[in-house]
Every structure is written in structure tokens, then in C-alpha cells.
């Protein structure tokens, strides 16, 4: 297998780190298939296994964050003859039909190869042309477009290749904290920092008993569908009720979300500082909802000097909702549990709450007992794409 990095090709003298980070990655998500044997170049990787099927492989590398594009490459000697041979066993695997189009791309990073590329194209598409007198010839647009890769070791050739998820190596970019809710948002926010190479770790606020069991599990089967794309997450779970109770108590229900939203950015604080994270990672969208309008997150804000990211803050609903259908997360999020901001929701919340009202009833509140009771309280677990939730665990041995 032939993996292209993309936009690692522009990085410097940290590229060595990029690859490793790929390659780690692959050998993690292959780890219980086979081992495979990675050499790593300039621009690309090549892959060599034993046993797994193309598919197989196939179904991994393309949820691996890091590679731009792969292709299954058949690595035959240097040899002119060779090459047509190999070419014209390839097109026997593929349906053509009339009329359908095609064209050779011939590439040297051997130089001292007696064909130049030109008359690599010419040779190979001529035995293709007289195999299949259906096909067409296209350059610019054609549908099978077959790669011959002349290296220092062996010629390489390819007929099909498959889109990656792009962005950077997972691990690449540094560690955040996600605010796990049980929402379509949330989860895409994660995704989307995945791909740029963020390692994460969820933090979920739960409110039991006014919260459910499902609505934790809930959280924890949308961290399984993202370590799909990652490694195992770190999962933690944060008692909030008392926080919530005590917000009832002595802040007026339309500044409550407000103020709820400043203990959960205190709390991120601290977790962000034990876990030697570097940002706090949630899913808002600028005006989707009352704590989100520009006043809402600057008095919100206020409370915390750590970066902040949004990945999803100029993103329309109906597409993180497209989103969420693509990646795995849509049908767990659209379950009707809910989590501790839907429980608690003020029914008409300021979408413009002043600073210093907000501090006033804080001051009501003991904020640094309740913040230290949560995190001495906090439950941490490990989360695999394969995660099964004790009970069904449970169920499954009984049977």
C-alpha cells in the first residue's frame, strides 16, 4: 500500500515526527490483525503485510488522520516486459466498459531506468489499447488512470487509489480536553480536531439522578465512535448535581445557564492543568443557542485564561448534522437521553447577561468548594472503539 501524506510534504525538519506519528497509528489499528512492516520517505510511506486482504486494510488506512490519499501499488522487477504483464493483470480485475476511458501516468524517481517516462506511457498503454480496442484514451479526465512508479528497488504499479481523511497525524498537534455532551455538536467538534492531529480526552458533566444511566453511556458510546478515527480516549466523568442544586437555589433561572457554563470552564481548568492538556475543546456555534451569542461566551469566557477552541463556530446545523451522519455519531446522538445542560435548562436564558450581575449572584455561591468537590469526585475510565457498556457486556456473557 502506497500512502501519500499530503500536507505533510510542507513540513520542515519535524517531518520525521509527523511520519512516526502516522506510522504508530497504523500500527495501532492494525495491531491485532498482523504486523506491518512501514518504510517511510520523503513524500510517502509503503506498507507490507502477509495476510490481510486489500479490503481489510483498506477499511483502516482511510480513517487513519494524516494521509491525504492511498493506493493498493503491485510491485513487479524493473523490466519493460514486466511492467506490461502486471498492467494488463490489473484491467482483468476491473469491470470496463466500452467506451469507458483510460489513461498511463508514468513516473522516475529512478532516473538511470533505460525508458523515460514518455515512452513508459506509450509502451503500456499500447498493450492496454490492443487488450481492451473499447477503451478510449483520455489525459485529461479518464476513468481508470493507471500509476507506474519506477523506483531504486523495484517498479511499482497502481490502478485505483482511495481518498484519506487529510489533515494532520493523530498526536501531532498536542492534547485538549473535549466538553463531551450527548449532542450531535460535541462529537463533530472532537472529529474535526482529531483530524488535525489533537489527542483528546472527553470530559463529560453527568447529574445523577437527574441524569440517567443511559445518557452516561450515551457519552461513552460516542467516545467509542471517535476513537475509530483515534487511539483509545481517556473518558471523564464529572459529578455535577450538587453544582446544579446549588445554582437552583440562588441564581434566577435566566442567568443560570450563564453561570453553570463559568463552574464547567473552572472545572476544565483544573482537569486541563492535572492532564497536561493545552486547550479546552467544545462544540459551539456562534448564536445557535443563548450561551452561545457573542456576549453569552465573553462573560462566560471570563473566567478562564486557557485556550479555547471552537472547531464548529461558523458551522450550520444542518451540516454538523451531515457531519454527524458521515462519521458514525448521528443516530447515537439523535437517542432522546438527556444530559445535564438539557435537564437544567432555564426556560428563557439572557442572550445578553451583564458581567457584573452574573458576579453578584456567584458571589452567593461557594464556587471554589463545589469546584474541588466535583474533581475529588471525578471517575476516569479508558474508551476503545470496540467498547461495550457493562451491562451489555453482562448480557452477552449470560447468553
Not at 495491531?31 to 517511510?40: C, G, R, Y
Not at 482537569?271 to 456576549?295: F, H, P
Amino acid at each position: 500500500m502506497l500512502i501519500h501524506y499530503g500536507e505533510l510534504s510542507t513540513k520542515g525538519r519535524n517531518r520525521k515526527m509527523f511520519q512516526n506519528k502516522i506510522a504508530e497509528h497504523i500500527r495501532y489499528q492494525t495491531k491485532q490483525l498482523e504486523k506491518i512492516k512501514i518504510h517511510a520517505h520523503h513524500d510517502f510511506m509503503h506498507l507490507y503485510w502477509q495476510e490481510m486482504t486489500y479490503d481489510d486494510l483498506i477499511e483502516i488506512i482511510k480513517n487513519i488522520p494524516g494521509i491525504q490519499r492511498f493506493e493498493p501499488v503491485f510491485p513487479v522487477e524493473k523490466d519493460l516486459q514486466a511492467i506490461k504483464e502486471k498492467a494488463l493483470e490489473l484491467f482483468t480485475k476491473v469491470e470496463i466498459q466500452p467506451g469507458e476511458t483510460f489513461k498511463v501516468i508514468a513516473k522516475r524517481s529512478d532516473k538511470t531506468f533505460e525508458y523515460d517516462s514518455i515512452a513508459i506511457q506509450r509502451e503500456v498503454g499500447g498493450v492496454i489499447l490492443q487488450a481492451y480496442p473499447d477503451l478510449n484514451v483520455d489525459l485529461r479526465q479518464a476513468k481508470h488512470k493507471l500509476v507506474v512508479s519506477i523506483h531504486q528497488d523495484k517498479a511499482y504499479l497502481s490502478l485505483k487509489n482511495y481518498p484519506g481523511m487529510g489533515g494532520l497525524p493523530y498526536g501531532s498537534s498536542g492534547k485538549g480536553l473535549l466538553m463531551l455532551s450527548g449532542g450531535f455538536d460535541s462529537p463533530i467538534a472532537g472529529y474535526q480536531m482529531i483530524k488535525r492531529g489533537m489527542k483528546l480526552e472527553m470530559v463529560h458533566f453527568a447529574s445523577p439522578p437527574y441524569t440517567s444511566l443511559q445518557a452516561l453511556e450515551k457519552a461513552k458510546r460516542l467516545t467509542a465512535v471517535l476513537a475509530r478515527y483515534a487511539t483509545e480516549i481517556t473518558f471523564h466523568e464529572v459529578p455535577f448535581a450538587n453544582i446544579q442544586l446549588a445554582i437552583r437555589e440562588h441564581v434566577p433561572d435566566n442567568l443560570s445557564m450563564t453561570i453553570m457554563r463559568r463552574i464547567m470552564l473552572r472545572v476544565m481548568d483544573a482537569l486541563l492543568k492535572e492532564r497536561k492538556a493545552r486547550a479546552i475543546v467544545n462544540g459551539e456555534s456562534l448564536g445557535q443557542v443563548a450561551s452561545q451569542t457573542l456576549q453569552s461566551m465573553s462573560v462566560i469566557n471570563e473566567v478562564t485564561q486557557s485556550l479555547i477552541l471552537r472547531p464548529l463556530i461558523a458551522v450550520d446545523k444542518n451540516d454538523i448534522i451531515a457531519m454527524a451522519e458521515t462519521i458514525g455519531t448521528y443516530h447515537i446522538s439523535n437517542e432522546p437521553y438527556e444530559d445535564c445542560c438539557t435537564v437544567f435548562a432555564p426556560k428563557s436564558p439572557w442572550t445578553k447577561p451583564r458581567l457584573h450581575t452574573v458576579k453578584e449572584y456567584e458571589a452567593l455561591l461557594p464556587i471554589d468548594e463545589l469546584v474541588k468537590e466535583a474533581l475529588v469526585s471525578v471517575k476516569t475510565s479508558q474508551i476503545s472503539a470496540s467498547y461495550q457498556s457493562e451491562a451489555t457486556t453482562a448480557f452477552n456473557e449470560l447468553l
